[in-house]
């Protein structure tokens, strides 16, 4: 099926951008075609899952301040990457934060609906990104039904490996980050970027009382973002990924930050699923990866 004929799939126009709103049995979804960016989704009846900026400005060529943004082919400052990814690039081109993506339109391929979901398939155009010569075909797909599954498909066509970086850079609603805290990171190791990106090991839980800004190593599959000030558990379970970013500006970084009012630190966290440090993503000639993950929340009780 064509994204034309979808009754449950509308074209919108917001802004500068083109998006797509897509109306599923359990949720609904905001999807905008500049970088395949997840803006909004919601479960039926919930808060929000993903959050986006009340200033978010909805500009072209410029990446939205929350959502899902797809960092790609690189992951945040390119000199801190391992040399493999950094030899991918040219130079003599300047290198954004958080790779190419982000700000150009991809192409709305397939959207297939049956068994209680729809499935929207987005290409990036590869061929032609500055400074990155020999890139891998790109695809998203984004998977609304009982639950949201997001899929990033990495094709190395050519006959030279290829080394990369990504990250699916998921801003999650919360009721109040004081309280949040995040299960499953006890005993992995991470990358402090806040001081020097020195090598750390996580004790319990992950909780907030500061600027967070850290990669983390070694990451199970199942990741929890317990919100008691919603009552809620989110569910991130991933899978081709054992790397994942925590980021949350705290005060003041958040007045530095674009399209960020200054108490938003506060309703935001992300958890990013990621192929980046000692987890880079290496495809030799013809090879496939794929990074998924899935979110879902459910009831906290007691
Ligand atoms: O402002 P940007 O480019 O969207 O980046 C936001 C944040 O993204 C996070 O992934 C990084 O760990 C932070 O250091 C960074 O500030």
């Not at 400052?77 to 391992?82: G, S």
């Not at 949201?148 to 030279?160: A, C, F, G, M, P």
């Not at 973002?225 to 705290?250: C, F, L, Y």
């Not at 506060?266 to 987890?279: F, G, S």
Request: with cysteine; aromatic share 8%.
């Amino acid at each position: 099926m064509t994204g034309a004929s979808s009754n449950k799939v509308e074209r919108v126009e917001m802004g500068e951008l083109t998006c797509w709103r897509v109306h599923g049995a359990q949720g609904e979804l905001l999807i905008t075609q500049q970088g395949a960016q997840i803006l909004e989704y919601r479960e039926h009846g919930q808060q929000p899952l993903i959050w986006l900026s009340e200033q978010a400005a909805l500009k072209a060529g410029q990446s939205v301040r929350g959502g899902v943004p797809v960092c790609w082919p690189w992951f945040g400052d390119l000199a801190r990457n391992p040399q493999s990814v950094q030899a991918m690039h040219d130079g003599s081109v300047p290198a954004s934060a958080h790779g190419l993506v982000r700000g150009i339109d991809w192409q709305l391929g397939d959207i297939r609906e049956g068994d209680g979901e729809i499935v929207l398939s987005l290409s990036c155009p590869t061929d032609d990104l500055p400074g990155w010569p020999l890139a891998p075909e790109l695809t998203f797909e984004i998977r609304l039904g009982e639950h949201l599954r997001l899929e990033l498909i990495n094709h190395n066509r050519s006959d030279r490996p290829q080394a990369l970086s990504q990250a699916l850079h998921t801003y999650f609603a919360i009721g109040d980050i004081h309280q949040v805290r995040v299960e499953g990171l006890d005993g992995c190791r991470y990358l402090e970027a806040l001081e020097n990106w020195q090598e750390r090991r996580q004790q319990g839980d992950v909780s907030f009382s500061g600027e967070t800004d850290r990669v983390y190593l070694d990451v199970p599959g199942k990741l929890h973002i317990e919100d008691p000030a919603w009552q809620r558990r989110i569910h991130i379970h991933a899978s081709g990924s054992s790397s994942a970013v925590v980021w949350n500006p705290w005060i003041d970084k958040s007045q530095r930050l674009s399209q960020f009012a200054d108490d938003a630190w506060q309703r935001m966290l992300c958890i990013e699923t990621a192929k980046v440090a000692d987890d880079v993503l290496q495809l030799a000639p013809g090879e496939s990866h794929r990074l998924q993950v899935e979110y879902w929340s459910e009831p906290l009780h007691g």
